[in-house]
């Protein structure tokens, strides 16, 4: 396929939005293991909570591309460019921030609460009451501008990366939709780890941000100067070894649910 076009059907964004969540159902199943290797019959120990969390997030993810793919194409016949794909994955990185924010603001100070030993919070829900309580919403959201830096850029690469490999693995004559299981692993695997290439700076930036006491930092730029003065460089890429083991695995999982349920609700509702 040439001069970096898609050619595809055009698919629902509701399609999407519920594929995308098996897609990350599947994820989880994948990569839950690999944050828990505790034996073999504990490796899925307490998944529900994440389940509840990382399916609809990734329903959502995938409803923000389809929607952003629509967008864009005004006629169907007309294939997407690989610039138009990498915008569509960047709103779907916007409609995830609004989910992603909050709950990543509450389970860092979690985190930091456990590891420091001190008992502020009973739990995530009576976190996140107390936030409120204390100043609002703005302090349920802190962290927002970090969290679309983070998720906007890399979730626009993270598409474009699936999509652009997709249609470099299918052969001449072939349609994508007819790619093998071990291509769509290969595509969703490195789609993942690149996602995470980008993603990962910010993501330590806004780790920082959300756990510092208030008035610590005045913004972005604040965070990363003291946490280079601190830590240097490297520091931006902390926790890189077990984010990347975990990249492909998860992310080839998820896309290849995606496909599978997208091509079953294709064939059991092909007009919606």
């Known amino acids: 396929m040439g001069n970096g076009e898609l050619a595809e059907k055009r698919i629902s964004p509701l399609k999407n939005f519920a594929a995308g969540g098996v897609g990350g159902a599947c994820l989880l199943f994948a990569g839950h293991p690999l944050d828990t290797i505790k034996g073999v019959l504990g490796l ?12 609809p997030m990734m329903a959502i993810s995938f409803f923000g591309f ?10 169907p016949r007309k ?3 690989y610039a138009q794909v990498y915008l569509a994955g960047c709103l779907a990185g916007v409609f995830t921030t609004v989910i992603v924010a909050p709950g990543e603001r509450v389970k860092c100070l979690l985190q930091v609460q456990a590891s420091g030993g001190q008992l502020r919070y009973a739990g995530p829900l009576d976190c996140a009451v107390s936030l409120y309580r204390q ?27 699936y999509e652009y490999l997709k249609n470099l693995l299918t ?28 993603a990962l700076p910010p993501d330590v930036l806004k780790s920082n941000f959300q756990t510092a006491a208030d008035g610590r930092y005045r913004g972005l730029v604040d965070v ?12 931006l890429y902390k926790g890189f ?3 990347f083991l975990r990249a ?15 091509k079953g609700l294709n064939w059991l509702a092909p007009s919606w």
């Open 248 to 262: 492909f695995p998860a992310n080839a999982a998820c896309f290849l649910g995606f496909e599978f349920a997208l």
């Open 171 to 198: 052969a001449e004559g072939e349609s994508v939709s007819q790619l093998s299981t071990p291509r769509i692993l290969l595509a969703g695997g490195v789609a993942g780890i690149l996602n995470w290439v980008i």
């Open 79 to 81: 294939p997407l460019t």
């Open 224 to 235: 990363l100067r003291e946490l280079l003065k601190e830590e240097g460089p490297r520091a």
């Open 44 to 55: 899925y120990k307490g998944m529900g909570a994440p389940l509840a969390g990382v399916a």
């Open 66 to 75: 389809g929607l952003g793919k629509q967008l864009q194409q005004s006629d």
């Open 135 to 161: 100043q609002g919403i703005r302090s349920v959201y802190k962290g927002t501008v970090l969290t679309l830096l983070r998720d906007v850029p890399s979730n626009g690469l993270y598409f474009l990366t």
């Open 241 to 243: 070894n077990a984010v």
